[in-house]
Structures are given as structure tokens and as C-alpha cells.
């Protein structure tokens, strides 16, 4: 169609929508060769587009260093909690070592203890048959006092002839149990009379009462003073 002036008025058809490169306007296919292209020019970078770039560059690097800052703050943590638990972890065998010294010192204090107590009884209950007068003292504590034959036979000769002492005691037994009361026999006053004779009293305590009565008694050196006989002399 041809307008009044002569120039035509149907626009040409197709028409080629302009492209932008970096903000230029560009008409027609980037890759046509032909006529009516407009040479777009030398690109000029996008100043909005960089500055956007920038700011997402920074805030990227702050999120990175953020999120770096909370590792190295759960590596400090954890460090924390590795140091605590090694603490708790040295306790425990601090612990067990002071139990164990502990059980070590009661052990040794019962067994000091228990030698002490075991020197004082062997003081107390030892063996001397050192001399006569000696001898004969404890064989009447063993016989009368304590009443244990076993012991008595440490103190006595092998074939010894001690049936006068024996009837003194069931004598004294029979007593007790009629008046219910407990005879008490010491030997003093013991003096020795030749090499192996000793003479002693014998005191007979009971109930407020009380006896004395002189004997004789034989002993022989056999590993040691021993008493082979006894008798009264009153």
C-alpha cells in the first residue's frame, strides 16, 4: 500500500525484535551477515550486573567466614568436652589407687595389730622352764587356774607321780559345785631346797575364806625343769 506522499505505509513484515547485548540494542539475528544489521559496538560491561556480583561475592564470604567461625567454635567446644571428660576419665584411676593404698594400710595396721596382740599372749603364756621354783609355779597355775591338762604336761616330767595335786583339785571341783562358788590356788612362798626340790605354799582362797597348805615338789632337768612329784607336808 502506498501512502498520500507516495511512501508506503505496510511496515515491512517480519520485523525482527531487537536483542540487548550489555544494554545495546541489537536488531536482527547475532549470527546474520546480511543488510539492515546494526553493528552493536564494542560490549560495555553492565555496571548493575557487577555491582550485584560484588555484593553477592561479599556476602558469600561473610556467610563462609560465619559459618567457618561456627566449626572453629564447635572444634573449641568439643576441645572443651574432650579436656573434661580426660579429667573425669583421670579421676577415676586417682580414685581406684587411693582405695587400693588405703586397703594396703588397713591390711598392714591389722596385721601390725595382730603381731602385737600375738607378742603380748606369747609373753603372757610362754614356756620357762628356766628353774625349778619356776616350774613348779606355773605347773600350779596350769593345774588349779587354768585347768589345762595340756599344759600341765609341759611342766611335768614323762612318768610323773602328780596324784596328790590331781585329788586336791577334784577335792576343790566338788566344793564349787556345792556352794557354787570358784577356788582360787597360788603357789608362794617357794623356796628351793637342795638342787631340784622345791617347797611352796599353797593358798586356797574362796568365798572370803581361806587355806594354806605347805608341799614338796621333785623336778627334773629333761629339756628343761620339769616337776616328777608332789606332795603335802601338812
Given at each position: 500500500?502506498?501512502?498520500?506522499?507516495?511512501?508506503?505505509?505496510?511496515?515491512?513484515?517480519?520485523?525482527?525484535?531487537?536483542?540487548?547485548?550489555?544494554?545495546?540494542?541489537?536488531?536482527?539475528?547475532?549470527?546474520?551477515?546480511?543488510?539492515?544489521?546494526?553493528?552493536?559496538?564494542?560490549?560495555?560491561?553492565?555496571?548493575?550486573?557487577?555491582?550485584?556480583?560484588?555484593?553477592?561475592?561479599?556476602?558469600?564470604?561473610?556467610?563462609?567466614?560465619?559459618?567457618?567461625?561456627?566449626?572453629?567454635?564447635?572444634?573449641?567446644?568439643?576441645?572443651?568436652?574432650?579436656?573434661?571428660?580426660?579429667?573425669?576419665?583421670?579421676?577415676?584411676?586417682?580414685?581406684?589407687?587411693?582405695?587400693?593404698?588405703?586397703?594396703?594400710?588397713?591390711?598392714?595396721?591389722?596385721?601390725?595389730?595382730?603381731?602385737?596382740?600375738?607378742?603380748?599372749?606369747?609373753?603372757?603364756?610362754?614356756?620357762?622352764?628356766?628353774?625349778?621354783?619356776?616350774v613348779v609355779s606355773q605347773l600350779v597355775d596350769a593345774m588349779f587356774t587354768a585347768r589345762d591338762e595340756p599344759t600341765?604336761?609341759?611342766?611335768?616330767?614323762?612318768?610323773?607321780?602328780?596324784?596328790?595335786?590331781?585329788?586336791?583339785?577334784?577335792?576343790?571341783?566338788?566344793?564349787?559345785?556345792?556352794?557354787?562358788?570358784?577356788?582360787?590356788?597360788?603357789?608362794?612362798?617357794?623356796?628351793?631346797?637342795?638342787?631340784?626340790?622345791?617347797?611352796?605354799?599353797?593358798?586356797?582362797?574362796?568365798?572370803?575364806?581361806?587355806?594354806?597348805?605347805r608341799w614338796t615338789f621333785e623336778t627334773a632337768n629333761q629339756d628343761g625343769w620339769r616337776v616328777c612329784s608332789a606332795?603335802?607336808?601338812?
Amino acid at each position: 500500500m502506498t501512502s498520500g506522499d507516495g511512501q508506503s505505509d505496510e511496515p515491512m513484515w517480519p520485523m525482527v525484535a531487537p536483542q540487548v547485548v550489555s544494554g545495546v540494542p541489537v536488531h536482527g539475528d547475532a549470527g546474520d551477515r546480511g543488510a539492515g544489521r546494526v553493528d552493536p559496538g564494542p560490549v560495555v560491561p553492565d555496571a548493575a550486573a557487577e555491582e550485584r556480583q560484588r555484593s553477592e561475592a561479599v556476602a558469600g564470604g561473610e556467610a563462609g567466614a560465619f559459618a567457618g567461625s561456627g566449626e572453629g567454635e564447635a572444634s573449641v567446644v568439643g576441645a572443651t568436652t574432650g579436656l573434661a571428660g580426660g579429667g573425669q576419665g583421670r579421676r577415676r584411676p586417682r580414685g581406684k589407687v587411693i582405695a587400693l593404698v588405703a586397703g594396703i594400710a588397713v591390711i598392714v595396721a591389722v596385721v601390725v595389730a595382730g603381731g602385737i596382740a600375738l607378742r603380748v599372749y606369747d609373753e603372757q603364756t610362754k614356756i620357762d622352764r628356766s628353774t625349778p621354783t619356776l616350774v613348779v609355779s606355773q605347773l600350779v597355775d596350769a593345774m588349779f587356774t587354768a585347768r589345762d591338762e595340756p599344759t600341765v604336761a609341759r611342766f611335768s616330767c614323762k612318768k610323773a607321780d602328780l596324784g596328790a595335786l590331781r585329788a586336791l583339785l577334784a577335792d576343790l571341783k566338788e566344793r564349787e559345785g556345792r556352794f557354787n562358788t570358784q577356788f582360787r590356788v597360788t603357789a608362794t612362798n617357794l623356796q628351793q631346797a637342795g638342787q631340784s626340790t622345791v617347797q611352796a605354799d599353797l593358798e586356797l582362797s574362796a568365798m572370803g575364806t581361806e587355806d594354806t597348805q605347805r608341799w614338796t615338789f621333785e623336778t627334773a632337768n629333761q629339756d628343761g625343769w620339769r616337776v616328777c612329784s608332789a606332795r603335802t607336808l601338812t
